[in-house]
């Protein structure tokens, strides 16, 4: 029985193939993670349509794993929301995040929004709205210079309990901001019940505006009902000047992607605020 039981162990080690060894090694180890000082933020500017004045950053979360080098969040994230992980990682993000933008107002870049993104785990913890308050008054940034993303996916099954919980953002004044639009579950109806400050074009739409007819329809069937909801839209994966003088030529409000920054260091980002601001 024992040496079937090795038997058993190699064949399913021969089994694993790389995706699942990286997986189970990174999810063992996410767990230390935060502790061990491997997690950094990148803040991604979100400017101006028209004039490229940048209105926010994006906070986005890295991994800096000893033997795998940067894991893509878009690997860990799923990992740590699986785990459970997400929970006290988002609280860290949402920390750092709005400690950060306090510094950056303290020097004088004084209307940046940062936003922060929130799984659905995240959102639907218990105390959520507690943590929110207790972190806004620790780091003592203004809730307005808060932005919390969203996806349509938080309301599969959840709908009445997010809706609260966003009605209580806006009472204190923090913005949210629904991400992905398009490409989730969301209905037309669902939508007007919501208080969302902006909606948040995915990036599969902008990267094809100009190849695929159907998506410039879309796109601007999205700017008029968000115009007619009274709501900000930001289309996100602008990569090319063409891509940014069609958002721009359809009053589209704000602009994220590679065409105007990639996610940046904090030194780097200060470094761009401070050219802007001579120029
Ligand atoms: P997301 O929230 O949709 O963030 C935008 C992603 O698109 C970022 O990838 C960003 O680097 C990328 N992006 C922006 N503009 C362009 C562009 O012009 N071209 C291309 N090719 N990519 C662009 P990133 O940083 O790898 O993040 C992936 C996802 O991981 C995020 O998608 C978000 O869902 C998740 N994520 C990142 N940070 C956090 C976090 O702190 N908490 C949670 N819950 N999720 C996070
Ligand atoms: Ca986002
Ligand atoms: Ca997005
Ligand atoms: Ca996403």
Same mark, same amino acid.
Not at 139 to 143: D, I, K, V
Not at 171 to 193: A, C, E, H, N, P
Not at 234 to 256: M, R
């Given at each position: 029985?024992?040496? =079937? ?14 995706? $699942? ?16 000082? *491997?997690?950094?933020? =990148? ?22 794993? @000893?033997?795998?080098?940067?894991? $893509? ?14 929970? @006290?990682?988002? *609280? ?12 950056? =107002? ?15 785990? =995240? ?11 207790r972190i806004v008054e620790e ?5 307005e210079y808060l932005e919390i ?31 992905? +639009? ?24 902008? *990267? ?20 007619a909801m009274n709501m900000n ?8 000047? *063409?891509?940014?003088? +069609? ?15 990639? @996610? ?16």
């Open positions: 029985a024992k040496s =079937q039981g090795r038997n058993q162990v190699q064949y399913y080690t021969a089994a694993l193939n790389m995706h $699942s060894f990286k997986h189970f090694a990174l999810s063992n180890d996410l767990r230390k993670a935060l502790a061990k000082d *491997e997690l950094f933020i =990148q803040y991604m500017p979100r400017v101006q349509a028209q004039t490229t004045e940048i209105l926010g950053v994006e906070a986005l979360v890295r991994w800096n794993h @000893p033997d795998w080098g940067l894991v $893509s969040p878009a690997e860990f994230v799923p990992i740590a929301e699986e785990t459970g992980l997400i929970i @006290p990682i988002g *609280e860290w993000v949402l920390r750092e995040a709005c400690k950060q933008n306090k510094r950056w =107002q303290d020097m004088g870049f004084t209307s940046m929004t940062v936003s922060v993104n929130f799984s659905v785990k =995240q959102l639907l913890q218990q105390n959520i709205l507690q943590t929110i308050d780091t003592g940034l203004s809730p993303e969203i996806t349509e996916s938080s309301f599969i099954s959840n709908e009445k309990e997010v809706i609260h919980l966003l009605d209580e953002l806006k009472k204190r004044k923090i913005k949210v901001s629904l991400d992905d +639009f398009g490409t989730g579950f969301s209905s037309l109806y669902l939508l007007k019940q919501l208080s969302l400050d902006t909606i948040k074009i995915d990036k599969s739409f902008v *990267e094809e505006i100009l190849t695929n007819p159907v998506n410039k329809s879309i796109i601007e069937c999205i700017l008029s009902l968000a115009k839209v930001v289309a996100e994966g602008v990569e090319t000047a *063409e891509q940014y003088a +069609f958002l721009k030529s359809k009053e589209c409000d704000e602009i994220q992607g590679y065409y105007f920054s990639r @996610p940046l260091d904090i030194k780097d980002l200060e470094a761009l605020l401070k050219s802007k601001q001579m120029n």
